[in-house]
C-alpha cells in the first residue's frame, strides 16, 4: 500500500492524465468530424404524398430555389448547373431537393451563394466556387452538387434527398429520405 507521502509525489499525474485525456479526445473529435463524413449513397426515399412545390417557370435561372414544407420537414428545392444522384433532369435543366434539418443538431440550413460568405463566416472556401447549403448554428457546409454530403464542420451525414417528379408544368415532391439520427 503506498504511504500518503509517496502518494504526495505523485500529485502531478492527475493534471498531466487529465490534460491527455482533453487533447486525446480532441484529436480523436477532430479526425471523427474531419474524416467520418459519410457520402450520399443511391437514393432511398421513403414513399409519401405528392405535393407541389414549384412552377417550372419559377426557377429560370441556375441556384434559383424555393423553400417547402414535406412530411412536416423544411425542404428546399435548387435547380443545378449540372446532374447529381438524386436530381431531376427536365429538358437541359437540372434540379434537385433536400430536408434543411441539419444533420448536426437540427437547425435549419440555408443556401449561401457567395464564396466570400462562406470563406468568412462559415471558414470554409469552396473549391469549385459554387453555392452551398450552410446551418447558422455551428457552421457546418452541405454541398448540393455532391447530393447533400457534409463537406464541412460537425456534421458528418448528408442532408436527406427529396424525391421530385415533373407534372405538367410543375415539380412535385413524392418522398423523401429518412432523417438520420441528430448528433451521430
Ligand atoms: S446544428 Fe448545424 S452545424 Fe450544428
Known sequence: MPTRRQLLEKWWLLPVGATVGVFGYMGYYASRVTFGKAKPGAPDYLAGPAVRVA??????SVWAQREFI???RPCI?????TATSGSLQVGNRHYAAFSRICTHLGCT???VKDPEVLAFSFSYRPPDGEPKLGCPCHFSVFDPLRSGEAVFGKARAPLPRVRLEVRGAALWASGIEAAPVLGT
Do not use: D
Not at 55 to 60: F, K, P, Q, V, Y
Not at 77 to 81: D, E, K, S
Open 55 to 60: 412552377a417550372l417557370s419559377e426557377l429560370g
Open 109 to 111: 440550413v440555408n443556401l
Open 70 to 72: 414535406y412530411g412536416k
Open 77 to 81: 428545392l435548387l435547380r443545378l448547373p
